[in-house]
């Protein structure tokens, strides 16, 4: 349910007609009032102010058991961090999610107050916390239709300019851990879809090579280690191959090849420098980041072999400095680092309308989607923050690590 409130003009806005730019944010404060929470999302529409007013459903959340008492308090976080739904105390609200969480998981059940019937009656069986983001995840699928993401796995880098390890978290910041301790430089981390690999740069070897890790084993293998620079390693939604940056015919170019180091082909081969490769969800295609006609910007091409950048698809944003793209699970959108008036900024391009727009207005860098192509986890001034993109909240995920960067997330 959503009403629409036209305020007077506060400004003309002379709009670009192929970008849509931020200029600016008003915040105001979230509703209460006769058992509904309500949001403002205001956008500036030519001669007026539309504000967005939204209710958002309310579920109320009650566990039982030994461990009742805290696999409440992370599944009522869990969906307040997700934007979408509004915990509330289990004698109120539209859904009631009641349970029982011991050592072996957490059973839940989720009851439609209005009808009175079950929604789903499951038993989640992932290990300590992550059974508890698993019925919050089933409770975020079940209300809103839309995928949560708190059973995803989040991995970065951290540590100073001389020495980055890699860190793996949960996505709320729990249990953050080194994977590496290498005491060198690793960079460019990126979990594959169900978080059970990670492939990244490390300089261990004394060059840039890529590496893969297995993260059930912990077992670690060099799968690119050409003359020159080998980085920026991405998986395909599939898992079976990586795309990369390599500069052993010459310039940084882009290739893919299997995640057993094998089946190499090469994808772009221009005068300048490609990187920063992501595909898209269906595989055939990737986007990435080149400066062959100058400054940094978004290209996007096939993902099957080489092209001299005749076919090229130039995403234009309206920036003239784009890089570190990744594009959405949905396929709809593309989020991607530019840099405004010296700043780090995050932005994100409408794939259908061919439109992008700032979505931060203090900084940011290095975007990951979740699962649910509508929230971002990004970087900024060495902490780590989770970006709702509708609502433009930016909530910080504390880990026990300082100078985070590079975010990634399982889907």
Known sequence: MAARLIFPSLLSLTAKPTVIVKL????????????????????????????????????????????????????????KRSGMISPVGSGSGDYLATGDASESGVAGRLVNKKTGEDVFNQTFTGKGRLAAHEFADAITQSVTGLPGFASSKLAFVAGSVRTQELYLADMDGYNARPITHDGTISASPDLNHDGTQLAYTSYKSGYPDVYLIDLASGSRTRIAFFPGINTGPSFSPDGSRIALTLSKDGNPEIYTMSTDGGSLTRITRTRGGETSPSWSPTGDQLVYSSDDRGSPQLFISSSSGTTDGSDWDHLVTGNSYCTKP????????IAFTTRIGGQFQIGVFDVASRTAQLITSNGGEDPAWTRDSRHLVYSNDGRLRLLDTVSRESLPIEVSASGCGEPTVSR
Not at 326 to 333: F, M, N, Y
């Open 326 to 333: 990744d594009w959405s699970p949905d396929g709809k959108s």
């Open 24 to 79: 600016f944010s008003i915040r105001l404060p979230v509703l209460f009032f006769a058992g509904f929470s309500i949001f403002l999302n205001p956008q500036v529409h030519g001669q007026g102010v539309t504000v967005e007013v939204s209710t958002l459903p309310r579920v109320g959340v009650s566990i039982n058991g030994p461990l009742g008492g805290g696999a409440t308090e992370i599944v009522s976080n869990d969906l």
